[in-house]
């Protein structure tokens, strides 16, 4: 096995479960996520003969489905980190995409430019269970999901904030304690 998939692996080994047991319901949604998307390229690859020769469909599949997801995530989490996962897994799709539209790259090339991005998405993984687990420690509570999505509120544009005696602000502390009584249920 070569050095590089022996990262990967240790990486996927020890940031999933890592993030499945000691993370917010964002992080063990990304976590089943690529756990998922390891797996699912795994079994698309094997099917193949001969392997980044020629666009990947299957893996292409995999890749957009795991961008979906984890853009769905990003929309909805009260993290930014998420939303650096998701413009990561774009950039496999994007790798697909140019191999379709110019199917001389090279396959080494190819390969490299799918993977790569692999390993920043699960260290984005961990610190962002560790962040979470600072804000837990510090505050007591993490919100998993933005308050938006949690309460309803809608944003109020700037320039009607006036007109209608300042924006929407959210009460944090009574926020607290509906999270508190919350907390546990995951999404």
């Not at 000691?22 to 797996?39: D, F, M």
């Not at 990003?74 to 199917?103: E, M, N, S, T």
């Not at 001389?104 to 920043?120: E, K, Q």
């Not at 938006?148 to 924006?167: F, K, M, N, Y």
Request: proline letters at 5%.
């Amino acid at each position: 096995m070569a050095w590089h998939s022996i990262l990967y692996n240790l990486l996927l080994l020890t940031c999933v479960p890592y993030a499945l047991v000691r993370g917010g319901a964002p992080e063990r949604w990304c976590a089943g996520i690529a756990l998922a998307a390891t797996i699912l390229s795994i079994l698309a690859l094997s099917r193949s003969a001969v392997i980044y020769q020629n666009a990947e469909v299957e893996t292409l599949v995999v890749d957009l489905l795991a961008l979906a997801a984890f853009f769905i995530v990003a929309v909805f989490a009260d993290r930014f980190w998420p939303l650096v996962v998701a413009g990561l897994q774009a950039d496999a799709v994007v790798i697909h995409i140019c191999k379709l539209v110019q199917p001389d790259i090279l396959p080494l090339g190819y390969a490299v430019g799918l993977s790569i991005w692999s390993y920043p998405i699960l260290i984005l993984l961990a610190v962002g269970t560790v962040r979470h687990r600072r804000r837990l420690a510090a505050r007591g509570f993490d919100l998993a999901w933005s308050p938006s999505i949690l309460l309803g509120t809608q944003p109020v544009p700037a320039g009607e904030a006036h007109e209608r005696g300042g924006a929407h602000q959210v009460d944090r502390t009574s926020l607290k304690k509906t999270m508190q009584n919350t907390s546990g249920r995951g999404l």
